[in-house]
Each structure stands twice: as C-alpha cells, then as structure tokens.
C-alpha cells in the first residue's frame, strides 16, 4: 500500500522528444506528489509537484498528468535537451511534514 | 538557498567498524531524514527526525541507529558496518512551509 510503481526504469530520445515517466500508487491518502531530479553526483532535487485537486500542472517544459481515479500521476518533458539527462524520481506523500514514499526511479537519455 | 551537507562524499570502512555519517543544513528545518539509495530499488527511508531528539523509523532501520542533538545536525550510525550496507546514503530536510524536501549531495559508502 506504501509502494509507488514507476516506468519505464530507463529510457532514451532524441533531442526535442518527448519522453514520459509513468507512475501508481494504492494508498489513496497520499495527496501530494512531487517528481526529483537528480544529476550524476549530486542530491535529489524538486523538479514539480501536483496535489490530486488538479488534473494537470505545467512548469515551463515539464507537465505532471494526474488521474485520481486510476491513482496514476506521470512527467512528461516537452521540447528534451541533452541537458534533461538524468535519473527522475516520482513520489507521494500524506500532507505537510510526513515521509516521501520514492518510486524506483527512472534513467532518462537525451540523444543530441 | 537551503543548503543540507553531508560531512563526506566518499567512505571507504571496514566490516564490523562502527561508522558515523553527518548531515547538517542551514534552514531550521523540523524534519530531517536519512535515505539509502541502491540502483532500481530508489530512495528507502531509513530513519527520520521530527524534531530535537525525536527519531521515527523508515523502512529499512535494521543495523542503523540516529542521533538528533541540535536542530541543525542529524546523524546516522552503522553500529557495525557490514558489506551489505555499501550504498549511497543521503539525507534531506524538510520546511513544513513549503513541504520539499532538499537533499545532500550524498555519502557514497563502500564496506569492505
């Protein structure tokens, strides 16, 4: 119930595609859902985050998707530049100040 | 900036050698939190700290134990390091204002 599922585990694309990171979850008190990115060597970082209120949320080239009722969130990274290469992290947790619960995490390639 | 710092990016310890690994960040954060990351498996909470000599454990607190003496510092202790705790520790804190959390830059263990 604690788990987040996350695909694909690795995934290449040219440059200006779009590539998408798909998400689950079972446990429906998780109500805030934030994706990480992280460059080799360095720590997790807050890329963006959605709460189940809305369907959708956009921040500049990346999209979060979220459907409530198939309990499923993805990332989707508009217009990809090699620059985007990196492992991505979905996650969810229940309100202010609790536990993250991580997906496994996703290895995204961007192709010159 | 939040700044978090973990005090070593690389150690190298002995099976059986008692190994402290330290974390401090600048923000007044309450929450404090040590993860271990492992190729496909993502981020596993190990222990976190909710305040001042509060500690909760994660998931996976088996052969770690914590210390929260200041606000600012947490650490984590393998009381005796064995191989099977090779991995990339980091740790993050978390404001309750905002609800991110930010992460160190990670301490990449080897026990040998």
């Known amino acids: 119930q604690q788990q987040v599922k996350q695909s694909p585990q690795s995934l290449i694309v040219q440059k200006g595609g779009i590539p998408i990171i798909n998400c689950a979850y079972e446990?429906?008190?998780?109500?805030?859902f934030p994706w990480y990115q992280q460059f080799p060597g360095k720590g997790p970082a807050l890329l963006i985050a959605?709460?189940?209120?809305?369907s959708e949320k956009k921040e500049g080239r990346f999209t979060i998707s979220f459907n409530k009722s198939a309990k499923q969130f993805s990332l989707h990274i508009m217009d990809s530049q090699p620059g985007d290469s990196a492992t991505y992290f979905c996650?969810?947790?229940?309100?202010?100040?609790?536990?993250?619960?991580f997906g496994p995490g996703t290895r995204l390639s961007v192709l010159p | 900036d939040v700044k978090v710092t973990q005090s070593s990016r690389y150690l190298v310890k002995r099976t059986g050698e008692k190994v402290f690994l330290e974390c401090v960040q600048d923000m007044d954060h309450e929450n404090m939190f040590w993860y271990r990351q492992d190729p496909g498996l993502g981020l596993r909470l190990i222990y976190f700290?909710?305040?001042?000599?509060?500690?909760e454990k994660g998931d996976i607190p088996e052969g770690y134990s914590v210390s929260r003496e200041k606000k600012e510092r947490f650490s984590l202790i393998l009381e005796s390091a064995s191989t099977n705790q090779t991995s990339m520790y980091l740790c993050?804190?978390?404001?309750?204002?905002?609800?991110?959390?930010?992460f160190g830059a990670g301490t990449r263990l080897s026990v040998l």
């Open positions: 959605i709460r189940p209120d809305v």
């Open positions: 996650a969810a947790s229940m309100m202010y100040g609790q536990n993250f619960v």
């Open positions: 700290s909710y305040d001042v000599k509060m500690k």
């Open positions: 446990n429906t008190a998780f109500d805030y």
């Open positions: 993050a804190s978390l404001g309750l204002a905002k609800n991110i959390q930010y």
